[in-house]
Each structure stands twice: as structure tokens, then as C-alpha cells.
């Protein structure tokens, strides 16, 4: 997804073209053009800046969005929120998931965990999700304290695994439960 055609760098964009159309307005004395241009353009400006500065992107997506349709609409419903959540603009929080993160305490207030990217998973044809995070101040051990409910807490008959190739890096994959009895 292109950074430029966030909501907020339209509406800063927007804001900006109508001020100039406004100032171009007004010094060649057309002031039924400079006056609302202006007075409307400089305020949308603005809310445009403003949305820039608590802007957070989406997660880098690395399946193509129409890949697994069928198979997600089939899933479990709360990793589709998940995926649309991680997978959009995001204005305010500091990271995505970060309520979550708060709640399964694997949140650090100065430096905390940062969603990466996000693979949605097909396996013996359920539907499951990795999330890569960078693991930041919160150790790999708190992570893997809280396995178990990680899987529950994002919907019912999840497992969750952790992955991690490095000291930096967790690869979370929420993956459906199998049914088979042993």
C-alpha cells in the first residue's frame, strides 16, 4: 500500500491545494474564490497535519489480499478483524495490536513490541495467521510465558506458536486447532 494515498496525507493534500488556490486568489483580487479556499483550506490543512503526526501505516501484508479469501471468510472471524485491523490505517496508537499487547502484558510503555508484517496461512485447509513482531524491550521468555492464552485470546480453538530465527524477532502463528482425538 503507497504511504501517499493515506487518509491523512489526502486530506493534508487537499488542505494545502485549497490554501494556495485561496493565496493565488486573494493577490489577484478574485475574493469570491480567496475567501472560502482559504478560510476552508487552512483549517483541512491543519487536520491533515495533525492526523501526519499519530499516522501509523499498515503492517506489510505478504500474501496478496484476494489470495485465501475463500478460505478466511470460512475462518474463524476474529482473525479476519485481526487482518483487517493490522492491515489498515491506523490513527493514534503507537503500534498495531497495542490494547492487545496491553492486555496479555507483553507491553513495554518506552519501547514496545512493533507488528512487522502479517502471512495469512493455509494449513490442511483451515485458516490461521503469522504476525512477525519485533520483539523491542519485551524478552522472547515473556512471549513464551504466554503461549497458551495468546492462542485463546484472540479466538476460540486457536493454538498459538512462537517462532523466533533470532534475539530480535517472534514470528506469532495463530493456527486453528486440529479436531483429531488422540
Same mark, same amino acid.
Given at each position: @500500500?503507497? !504511504?501517499?494515498?493515506?487518509?491523512?496525507? %489526502?486530506?493534508?493534500?487537499?488542505?494545502?491545494? *485549497?490554501?494556495?488556490?485561496? *493565496?493565488?486568489?486573494?493577490?489577484?483580487?478574485?475574493?469570491?474564490?480567496?475567501?472560502?479556499? $482559504?478560510?476552508?483550506?487552512?483549517?483541512?490543512?491543519? %487536520?491533515?497535519?495533525?492526523? !501526519?503526526?499519530?499516522?501509523?501505516?499498515?503492517? #506489510? /501484508?505478504?500474501?496478496?489480499?484476494?489470495?485465501?479469501?475463500?478460505? /478466511?471468510?470460512?475462518?474463524?472471524?476474529?482473525?479476519? !478483524?485481526? *487482518? #483487517?485491523?493490522?492491515?489498515?490505517?491506523?490513527?493514534?496508537?503507537?503500534?498495531?495490536?497495542?490494547?492487545?499487547? #496491553?492486555?496479555? #502484558?507483553?507491553?513495554?510503555?518506552?519501547?514496545?513490541?512493533?507488528?512487522?508484517?502479517?502471512?495469512?496461512?493455509?494449513?490442511?485447509?483451515?485458516?490461521?495467521?503469522?504476525?512477525?513482531? =519485533?520483539?523491542?524491550?519485551?524478552?522472547?521468555?515473556?512471549?513464551?510465558?504466554? =503461549?497458551? /492464552?495468546?492462542?485463546? $485470546?484472540?479466538?476460540?480453538?486457536?493454538?498459538?506458536?512462537?517462532?523466533?530465527?533470532?534475539?530480535?524477532?517472534?514470528?506469532? @502463528?495463530?493456527?486453528? =486447532?486440529?479436531? !483429531?482425538?488422540?
Amino acid at each position: @500500500m503507497n !504511504k501517499l494515498f493515506s487518509p491523512g496525507s %489526502i486530506i493534508t493534500i487537499t488542505g494545502a491545494a *485549497l490554501s494556495v488556490i485561496g *493565496l493565488i486568489a486573494y493577490f489577484t483580487n478574485a475574493t469570491n474564490l480567496s475567501v472560502p479556499t $482559504f478560510f476552508y483550506g487552512v483549517p483541512i490543512l491543519l %487536520i491533515g497535519l495533525s492526523l !501526519k503526526t499519530v499516522e501509523l501505516p499498515p503492517a #506489510k /501484508r505478504v500474501i496478496p489480499e484476494n489470495k485465501l479469501s475463500n478460505l /478466511r471468510e470460512q475462518g474463524p472471524p476474529e482473525l479476519a !478483524k485481526v *487482518l #483487517k485491523d493490522v492491515t489498515g490505517w491506523k490513527y493514534g496508537p503507537t503500534v498495531h495490536l497495542e490494547s492487545s499487547l #496491553k492486555v496479555l #502484558k507483553l507491553w513495554d510503555i518506552d519501547n514496545p513490541p512493533r507488528l512487522q508484517e502479517v502471512e495469512e496461512l493455509d494449513i490442511e485447509g483451515k485458516y490461521g495467521l503469522r504476525l512477525r513482531f =519485533q520483539l523491542a524491550a519485551v524478552a522472547l521468555e515473556r512471549w513464551k510465558e504466554k =503461549q497458551d /492464552r495468546l492462542g485463546r $485470546f484472540f479466538a476460540k480453538d486457536l493454538k498459538a506458536e512462537l517462532h523466533s530465527e533470532s534475539a530480535e524477532i517472534v514470528d506469532l @502463528m495463530l493456527l486453528p =486447532q486440529s479436531n !483429531k482425538k488422540e
